[in-house]
Nanobody, 117 residues
Framework: QVKLVESGGGLVQAGGSLRLSCAAS????????VGWFRQAPGKEREGVANVYASGATNYADAVKGRFTISRDNGENTVYLQMNTLKPEDTAVYSCAASQGFRPYTIWGQGTQVTVSS
């Protein structure tokens, strides 16, 4: 079973950047689809970006042009590069994995991102 651990969160000023990592252990997740999600206080969880086994990616409109998702299969890690951060990006960010196009069933514990104005 794949286990996911996120890291890289923290406090940053508006306009700054952070890179989140989602490291997988237990088995290789080369064939998995991996997504980043976020949940702000009092709000529902929302999808941020996905990267497919093929390397294809997609993004939520709110982060297009600012965030980049990528995967390093050799390191068994997926990254989320976040640039030009805004206070509204403040949330707990979690990664999730699934084989193929099945619903996400494997989740990490999350990492806090706080953007100050």
């Amino acid at each position: 079973q794949v286990k996911l651990v996120e890291s890289g969160g923290g406090l940053v000023q508006a306009g700054g950047s952070l890179r989140l990592s989602c490291a997988a252990s237990g088995r290789t997740f080369n064939g998995y689809r991996v997504g980043w999600f976020r949940q702000a206080p009092g709000k529902e969880r929302e999808g941020v970006a996905n990267v497919y086994a093929s390397g294809a990616t997609n993004y939520a409109d709110a982060v297009k042009g600012r965030f980049t998702i990528s995967r390093d299969n050799g390191e068994n890690t997926v990254y989320l590069q976040m640039n030009t951060l805004k206070p509204e990006d403040t949330a707990v960010y979690s990664c999730a994995a699934s084989q193929g196009f099945r619903p996400y069933t494997i989740w990490g514990q999350g990492t806090q991102v706080t953007v100050s104005s």
